[in-house]
Structures are given as structure tokens and as C-alpha cells.
């Protein structure tokens, strides 16, 4: 019957580290997210000690497969396997490592009540990760690009080209993120931005996986996008993504 029951609570699953924070004096709390769990918070025992099989194994933006058992508020590890070390690449770069921090943040804030998209939301962290820890794209495009393809996973969706609110079709050169992105002249609400068509064109490119545009974009558009990025990310979560602040911009 105890073999059973220990059965009747593990699972399998493969999960990237979002997060980690130390318990006690050997024990560690892993904040991951899961391919058909969504995110789940879990104590992975003593893999702070010298001795541990695994502990390098659950550091941020490590995916692993994983064995866990389910506790009263926090699952357990029982085992882990890496399946995409991608975490020293990222660690040996700052640009990268800044990166991929708000790339988790963001992932840890969308995926905490939404269990809905969260393997959707699995596919493009991993994406994200796997770009950043081969230096694929510009570090900032990647996360922006990210961003972007998240809060639309998440049902937020912008427009960069027709109106956000009428559909009027664009380009348009005034952008709302409360309206939800390009607005035409008539919907256009006092303070909006008013980016450069290359800017627009810029976030366009991010939102769709255009690379061969957006590597090719200059300094101006990408700072540009990036405030536009950064402001949409905050109208939508209600609050501040504090890792953006430590990215570094062109």
C-alpha cells in the first residue's frame, strides 16, 4: 500500500528553472515551469550540499526533465535530468544573463494564475533560452521579441499596424498601450507616443520572428521599441518588471 501511495503522488514532466531561493541549510525552492503542470513550486533536498546529484541541475534557466511528488504546499524533486544547459552560456554574458532574467520574471508573473496557456507559455521561454544561451540575436531583441509574443499568448495581443480600437488600417504613427498599440488619428487619445515608422515596423518584426529585419534594425528603433515593449509589459501586468531595469540597450 505505501508503494502505491508514494506512486499515486509522483509525476513526470519537463520544466524550466525559473527561479530559486535557499530553505533551511541545505534545501533550495524551485520556481519552474512545466510543460503540462504549468508552474509549480517545489523543495529540491539538500542540493546546496558538495555531495548533491543534481543541484547544478535546478539553477535558473536550466530545463530538466523532472520526477516529482506531490506535498502539502510545495511538490518535492525526486529526480532531474538536464535536458538544455543553457544556464552557463547565459550566466558567462551579462547582456545575456539580464536578458534572460526578465525573460523569466515575466514568465513567473503570466504564468501564476494562468494555467490555461501555460504550455504555450513553456514553448516560447524555452525558445527564448535556447536563443540567449547560443547568442542567436541581440540579447535585447530577443527578450523584446519575447515580451511581445507572451503578453499575446497571454490574450494581449498588440497591433502595429492597423488601429488597435477601430481596425483602420495602417501604418499608423501614433502608438496607445492602454488602446492596445497603433492608433489612427481619430482614436488617437491625448499623450500617446509617437514612434518612428521604422519603430513600428521594428515591433512588428519582434512580434512575427521577422530576424532578418530586426537584426538589421538600428540603435534608434531599438530603444525605441524597447520603452514601447517595456510600457505595453507594465500596462498589462499592473505592475514593474524590476529585471528590465538591469538590461542593458544599444
Known amino acids: 500500500m505505501a508503494n502505491k501511495s508514494f506512486a499515486s503522488r509522483t509525476y513526470r514532466d519537463e520544466g524550466v528553472v525559473l527561479r530559486t531561493h535557499k530553505l533551511g541549510e541545505a534545501d533550495r525552492i524551485v520556481i519552474l515551469l512545466t510543460r503540462n503542470h504549468g508552474q509549480v513550486r517545489a523543495v529540491a533536498k539538500g542540493v546546496r550540499r558538495t ?19 506531490h506535498g502539502r504546499s510545495l511538490d518535492i524533486v525526486t529526480q532531474a535530468q538536464t535536458k538544455g544547459a543553457y ?31 501555460a504550455n504555450a507559455h513553456y514553448h516560447l521561454v524555452i525558445g527564448a533560452m535556447a536563443a ?4 542567436a540575436h541581440p540579447p535585447e531583441l530577443i527578450l523584446d521579441s519575447y515580451l511581445l509574443r507572451a503578453l499575446s499568448t497571454a490574450g494581449w495581443a498588440p497591433s502595429f ?17 492602454p488602446l492596445g498599440g497603433a492608433v489612427c488619428p481619430v482614436c488617437r487619445p491625448p499623450g500617446s507616443a509617437s514612434p518612428s ?14 530576424w532578418e529585419y530586426a537584426d538589421a ?7 525605441e521599441s524597447a520603452g514601447l515593449v517595456a510600457s505595453y509589459l507594465q500596462w498589462h501586468l499592473e505592475r514593474v518588471v524590476k ?7 544599444v
Not at 132 to 135: A, C, K
Not at 167 to 173: L, V
Not at 243 to 249: D, T
Open 197 to 210: 515608422p521604422e519603430t513600428m515596423l521594428l515591433l512588428a518584426a519582434l512580434l512575427t520572428g521577422d
Open 217 to 223: 534594425s538600428g540603435p534608434q528603433p531599438r530603444r
Open 87 to 117: 544556464g552557463a552560456g547565459i550566466a558567462a554574458d551579462y547582456a545575456r544573463y539580464t536578458a534572460a532574467a526578465a525573460v523569466a520574471e515575466t514568465a513567473e508573473r503570466l504564468t501564476d494564475v494562468d494555467g490555461e496557456s
Open 243 to 249: 529585471s528590465l531595469q538591469h538590461v542593458e540597450r
Open 51 to 69: 555531495s548533491s546529484k543534481f543541484g547544478a541541475r535546478l539553477e535558473p534557466f536550466m530545463v530538466v526533465d523532472l520526477q516529482l511528488s
Open 132 to 135: 540567449l544561451g547560443r547568442g
Open 161 to 177: 499596424t492597423d488601429c488597435a480600437r477601430c481596425g483602420a488600417p495602417g501604418p499608423h504613427t501614433a502608438f496607445s498601450a
